[in-house]
């Protein structure tokens, strides 16, 4: 099974460790997040796996060859534009393939079980399935029965689409290829995207809220996970 791991983000959020490596390469628990990730793909099946590079891209791709080099791991080369989080897909299509692909996030820690996962996003024959959880943040997804009809800032009271039920994104996602053809050039916002086209796609929820999560994007975060670690948590 084939996976994206967006992984070209400028980690702004972790200046002081991301100024002279990109977030990826960050270290959690004695190894750089993107070996997290690659682990925890490589234990659901997920053996085809491509990474988008933008920020210190020279550093992942050495990593890449030093510690993985008997995976099947293609790099999506944003090095002159980062493409953004929709973006990235239309830019990484022709390595994706014709099946459904995951997409995961670099900066996310979690004990989703992706089979299980897959298994929904196939059994709901969606076009699209969003892991989401019911959390605190500012920008919800709005869902009607499970399917997405909205985005709403908690702050500023602004809505697009539909109210309906809240729930947070993940940063893990389950695509089918088709949606790839349809998708815009350069960067642009996924989230945006699927709002747009949410009437006619199915683009659905998955519901982790029970599980373990955590967004890495700040040193208070990874400060907290390496406690996790420590404390023989399980991601």
């Known amino acids: 099974m084939k996976a994206l791991i967006l992984a070209a983000g400028l980690g702004t959020r972790l200046r002081l460790m991301t100024s002279n490596k990109p977030k990826a390469l960050v270290d959690l628990n004695g190894r750089p997040l993107l070996d997290h990730t690659i682990e925890k793909l490589l234990l659901y099946g997920f053996d085809e796996i491509v990474i988008n590079v933008h920020h210190f891209a020279d ?25 953004g989080s929709g973006g990235a897909l239309k830019h990484a299509q022709e390595f994706l393939g014709d099946y459904p692909f995951l997409v995961y996030n670099v900066d996310i820690l979690s004990d989703i079980n992706l089979n299980t996962m897959m298994k929904e996003f196939i059994a709901r024959d969606a076009a699209v399935l969003m892991a989401v959880r019911d959390r605190e943040t500012k920008r919800k997804l709005l869902f009607n029965n499970q399917r997405l009809c909205g985005w709403k800032n908690k702050s500023t009271g602004e809505l697009k689409g539909r109210e309906g039920n809240e729930f947070a994104f993940s940063g893990i996602q389950i695509v089918h290829p088709c949606l790839l053809d349809d998708m815009p050039a350069g960067n642009f916002s996924i989230i945006d995207h699927y709002l747009s086209i949410c009437e006619q796609e199915k683009i659905l929820a998955y519901d982790h809220s029970k599980g373990l999560w955590m967004d890495l994007g700040t040193p208070e975060r990874l400060e907290e996970a390496n406690r996790l670690f420590n404390a023989k948590r399980v991601f």
């Open 59 to 83: 550093m992942i791709e050495e990593f890449i060859q030093e510690n993985y080099p008997e995976l099947n791991i293609v790099i999506s080369d944003e090095r002159t534009e980062i493409q």
